[in-house]
DNA sequence: TATGAATGAGCGTTCATTCAT
DNA sequence: GATGAATGAACGCTCATTCAT
């Protein structure tokens, strides 16, 4: 076999965290390949496109929230609000960068207008966050209510990480994740 | 005395609409100039640099916020709710067009990191809102309540206008608003 | 006004030269832009595509045979033999570059099947050709029969070029000249 | 031992197929590769460079005509309109593709200027196909009056082609065909 | 003020080729 | 023999910007 520089799976990561904090359209293919330590031509034997990269890229978070996040909001056992901590933990692991805001947030305002192909994908991922978000709530709430609450959660959560971002002041996501966890707990 | 084709003021209003629809780094001096009706090369008698441009669109979106919009919320006669119900209409005249979302949200995504002279603008804008939110649930709640209330407010409308756009959906952003409205509403 | 460097004319004549050397694909627009003296960016002030660029050095072509070479095939007074030598030198002059043969030959096996807007300005200009090599035929022969030959030399002319470009031998194709004018002269 | 998915008169003759339709400047090495079901990494085993790979090609067609056409036109029975038929027929088959043209006549245009390890062989097999043409004629015309035709008879073939790709009409070259039989039909 | 030619760097992408496995 | 990762240069084209006119 030849010799290997780097996986699909370490691109889709770098590229990322590139694309989280440069934005799509900001980033270049050069960038990309000088964060993953290869040229911009070689960059090509992985992902045929830009586009394609980036589709890979929701399609393996798409993949990450189902396996490992979206289970911990279904727990069987834990209260609502234990699940609330868990899932909002597991999904700001997946979905939030460092000083680059949210993934999901970033890629729907600057192109869910221009790519049809990423649109898909987007929607697809926030429906599986709010219907995890309303099976949370549907331990205190009524199936309709949980529903609006679960939208009015992950649309408070994209605004929280975008104050976040702009006062360069993470204690605002901090905030916002503790009123949600208190929202739910019952202290009987 | 040479021709005036347009005014900067013509030219910012353009440009905003642009870069609502396009974003900042998706949008060429090209596209701005083609918009106006001048060529790239006169746009610079006007604006030095791209970044020069979308400075002055902030500033003017600043200043049509404190003239016409600001005062909305801090209306001595009216109601809260009918404070609110204005003060939303006005906000999303100057700060939201059609299909392309909140030019903040968008402009803090995909720039807030890379433009210093941007981030101190938005941050004045944003400050700017939430005090007018702020004041109006000042009418029910406490001073500390409002406050956190009020900066609640501006995510979920952030992420409400993500949605819309996500969904090609106008209507929740306008169950926002609506929600907003109720949530003021004394009816006594 | 600004400096000028070159004009759209003095471009189409310089990339016509380069084309019938190199051959479409072959010819990058820095070859283009080099030979005419300018940055490979510049050059799309001209013309905004390699493919546009062709189309109107074949329009340009079109163009030239329409004002000065047809008419010499149509010329009332002369007769056929003369014609033929005419109008076969003012072919040569505007579609024949040395050692390059002939651009229309080239193109035509080059990219026929590939660029629509080629192919249709292609076949007017050679059936512009045929037309007038029957005109000079039909001092002599039928209709019918004209019409024939005529296809027939233009057939010949661009086999000889390309035999006159594979042997490096020019007299191929000069012999094809005196081939032709011989075949219309009536010695009385 | 190693699996042998190909082998190199194989590609040759799919190559020469794809290098007929696309032309050689715009026949990548990986539209080569996957004809051919190979690699691109796979197909330097069997072909040092491109070419080389278009040397061996032209190299299998002179070795062809050589073997199975020339001796078409040197039949002793068969009268010449006869010969004619049966080498404008199997030179066809070697040399034509459909939609593509002549390989002979792309390549030469194409790059007789910037290869001379091309030309040397296109020259050989012109000139074999030329002699072929002679000996044909020579039942009907002074050796002289025979070289003279076959030159006129293969560079109107390759007109022919020209014509019949630019028209996208098969049947001119059919015309041709039956034109050059006709000429040296007997009907005693 | 308006023009538009010119720049030079950079874009996303493809090229022919190499070579360790 | 076959692979496919990697290269580095080049592709056609667009970028933000400059400036003589």
Redo the contacts with the bound molecule.
Sequence with gaps: ??????TKNEIIAKALNVFSNKGY?N?????LAAEV??????????F??????MVQILESIDYELKSNVYPLAFHKQYPASKRMKLFLKGLSKVVIHKNGGCILGNTILETANLYPSFRHLLTTIMDGIVQSFANIYLELYSQEQSQILAQQTLMELEGAIMFSKLYSNPSIFQDFQKRMIQRVETDS
């Design positions: 076999m030849p010799i290997q520089k780097v359209h980033t270049s293919m050069s960038d330590g290869l040229l911009k031509g070689s960059f090509y034997h992985y045929i496109s830009k586009e394609e990269l």
